[in-house]
């Protein structure tokens, strides 16, 4: 079977026509969420096709397709099978039971992974190959490769594998989430009676055992599968069967009754690695018979089995090549300090007054990462705080941060050297439930106040406020972004923050933390926009404030950019707009519920999808105001979840030049013709190409070139 042509990484999403006069609210009026979002996946997947596309980062695109699936499958399938199981059949905005979503996006998700494992073996392994670069069998290695393979196998590998056989009196094992795992069958040699057992293979870096001099490596579990008997001696070995699985990552937990929010995520946890089996993976030619008996051991239907004839846990394939290429890899990008605090020390002399407030006192800052350093500017207010004698206390609210966090160890320096530091860090970030937990115990063991989250609701603000005592009293330095402050994922996250002084913005912070720690839920705020406080409410004014504006002069005009659109109150009041007259262009990378170019719905709204070597991140909107410009930054997309059920903080930008480089870089987005592509009414994405004889507009490079300039 032949790979597919662009047309498939395009493909339209399903959904039901529009009755004449159907009401804001039909069904038909917008896509669903889950298979919106394989639609995005479909194109991070062309990436990897793209032949314009580095070899290299192409492998790596593939690797993040997989790793999205896995949580796509974790989260999204898990919370549809979670519903299913209960007997819901409320429907969703577009008119879908649970389970008739969960059959659309097990046929889409299979869909997807046939076509990512063909292009993995039929033109990525080929291309690979010529570059030196194999993923061998042990029988395709060389009399010398197999001497260090099996050296590696007896001295590493074989002391720490763990061999559990399944028989009247051992069950079978518990399997954890994402393993990758073999199924040995075996006989035993005295009486003939077959056994089965499991044995874990490790994975992720350590999957890839290489050799010297050489870019050939050989999966571990093909060489775990070679050396299996010496596990078993006495028993003969009939076959090692490559298997993984993925577990629903839903956390039942009531955070309204709990009396210990840290002992409740921690008791989930525990439970969490008995959760349902929600997709089985294992490969094409394995036995029906080992299929059916680990689908009846793992609980699972047929419908969640996954043949696969390419390499399981392909996420893996991040790690594959540790060498640098510069030839089949994108260039080095090495963010450029922002031109109003280069040359300027990190920190300040002694007793000295603090370099970065003297420019912050000078006016806002923006910076845009990762073509402007956060080193030098989010990570730098931070550690100049943490020194300086004049601050009394640093404020901040932590979701996801880096593994060896240095935004952590500056919070934990300034608690050490007597400031007062409170911390809001949530331990309900899927996937960063213990990591959090961990963080929080390290800033409490230094004496950093810590607040664990806010009952009902998930804190995803990305917020920093430093308070100094200066002449006439006290002084806020505020930092409100789009991003997590995780220095590692701001090298290759496209984010903002703005840097200000600002009495209003420092004044609603103050409030903000109030409310974080302590009890304060009607707190007012001059200047943010607070979900769920006052967010989705002034959004929708905002937009509706461009409607009156087009009724009156004409020229109503908004342009968005963010991860994400599924709020449908928001999407009904773009429709709104759109009948008005307002033209409304949206860059949305993920997700989108809503319909563009529907007569007479959305004829005036373009929605474009943006994807490239930096992962678009940053949430940006601009309404025109008659020619004077709103413009604000945030946390926060336009879902539901962002909107209704977490702390989200967005700040308006109102310093003249940073308003002009956010709306510059929103027109140069929409004038991307390289790494952009546009929605239509049916759901499907028109890659962009530049007209005949035009000039190729590629955003991402024209914001390093800028940066440079």
């Known amino acids: 079977m032949k790979l597919p042509s662009a047309a498939w990484y395009s493909q339209p999403i399903p959904t039901t026509p529009v009755p004449d006069g159907a009401p804001l609210g039909h069904p038909s009026l917008y896509f669903n969420r889950e298979l919106s979002d394989i ?96 993923i061998l069998e042990y029988d395709d290695l060389s009399a010398t490769e197999r001497e260090l393979a099996d050296a590696h196998f007896e001295e590493r590998v074989y002391p720490v594998l763990t061999p559990l056989a399944v028989d009247p009196t051992r069950p079978f094992p518990l399997i954890s989430n994402l393993s990758l795992s073999l199924a040995v069958t075996l006989v035993d040699a005295e009486d003939g009676t077959e056994r089965f057992a499991r044995v874990k293979v490790p994975s992720g870096r350590e999957r890839w055992v ?40 839903f956390l039942e937990h009531h955070a309204d009754v709990a009396d210990d929010l840290i002992a409740m995520i921690s008791e989930a946890l525990r439970e969490q690695r008995f959760a349902p089996v929600v997709r089985f993976d294992v490969e094409t030619g394995t036995p029906a018979a080992v299929c059916e008996f680990l689908r009846d051991q793992l609980e699972v239907g047929e419908e969640d089995v996954f043949y696969s004839d390419a390499l399981l846990r392909a996420v893996d394939l991040h790690h594959l090549v540790v060498d640098r290429d510069p030839e089949h890899t994108y260039a080095p990008w090495v963010p450029v300090e922002h031109e109003r605090l280069a040359h300027r020390p990190l920190a300040p002399e002694s007793g000295a007054a603090s370099d970065i407030f003297s420019v912050l006192k000078q006016g806002d800052i923006l910076v845009h990462h990762p073509y402007q350093s956060y080193d030098t500017s989010v990570l730098r207010l931070l550690h100049e705080a943490a020194d300086d004698p004049a601050v009394v206390a640093i404020k901040q609210t932590l979701y996801r941060t880096a593994d060896e966090s240095q935004v952590v160890r500056a919070l934990m320096h300034a608690a050490e ?287 390093m070139a800028r940066a440079l300039r």
């Open 39 to 134: 639609a995005f996946n479909r194109r991070v997947l062309w990436q990897a096709a793209d032949e314009r596309t580095p070899l290299l980062e192409r492998v790596r695109f593939l690797a993040i397709t997989a790793g999205n699936l896995d949580e796509f499958f974790q989260k999204r399938v898990g919370g549809l099978k979670r519903q299913q199981a209960a007997g819901v059949t409320s429907l969703s905005p577009d008119g879908l039971t649970p389970g008739e979503q969960l059959d659309l996006v097990l046929a889409a998700s299979r869909d997807l992974m046939s076509v990512g494992r063909r292009l993995w073996r039929e033109r990525l392994v080929p291309e690979l190959k010529g570059i030196g670069v194999e």
């Open 210 to 249: 290489r050799f010297p001099g050489s870019r050939r490596v050989i999966p571990l579990e093909r060489l775990v599968a070679r050396h299996i008997g010496t596990l078993f001696p006495g028993m003969q070995v009939t076959g090692a069967y490559p298997f993984s699985i993925i577990r629903n990552a």
């Open 417 to 703: 050297r007597g400031k007062q530091v409170s911390v809001l860090i949530e331990i309900q970030a899927r996937f960063e439930e213990r990591a959090n937990i961990g963080w929080g115990e390290a800033l409490e063991d230094v004496g950093v106040h810590v607040a664990y989250g806010v009952p009902h609701l998930k804190t995803h603000a990305k917020s920093l406020l430093v308070l100094r005592r200066e002449r006439g009293g006290i002084v806020g330095y505020c930092h409100v972004g789009t991003g997590n402050y995780n220095e590692r994922t701001a090298q290759i996250y496209s984010d903002l923050s703005l840097l200000t002084s600002r009495e209003e913005v420092a004044g609603d912070l103050v409030n903000l933390f109030h409310s974080l720690t302590g009890f304060a839920p009607d707190q007012q705020y001059e200047k943010l926009l607070v979900a769920p406080r006052n967010m989705a409410a002034r959004f929708e004014e905002l937009i509706q404030g461009e409607i009156d504006r087009q009724a009156a002069h004409g020229d109503g005009r908004i342009i968005a950019k963010m991860n994400g659109l599924d709020d449908v109150d928001i999407v009904n009041a773009l429709y709104r707009a759109s009948q008005a007259g307002v033209r409304c262009d949206l860059i949305v990378r993920g997700l989108c519920r809503l319909r563009p170019g529907l007569p007479g719905y959305s004829e005036n709204i373009t929605v474009r999808s943006i994807l490239g070597r930096f992962l678009e991140h940053d949430r940006s909107f601009y309404f025109h105001q008659g020619g004077e410009g709103a413009v604000y930054i945030g946390s926060a997309d336009w879902r539901r979840r962002n909107l209704r059920e977490r702390v989200e903080v967005v700040v308006p930008v109102e310093d003249p030049v940073a308003k002009a480089r956010i709306v510059e870089s929103l027109h140069l987005a929409l004038a991307d013709n390289r790494l952009g592509w546009e929605l239509a009414a049916d759901g499907s994405y028109v890659q962009l190409r530049p007209p005949a004889g035009g000039p190729e507009i590629e955003y991402q490079r024209d914001l």
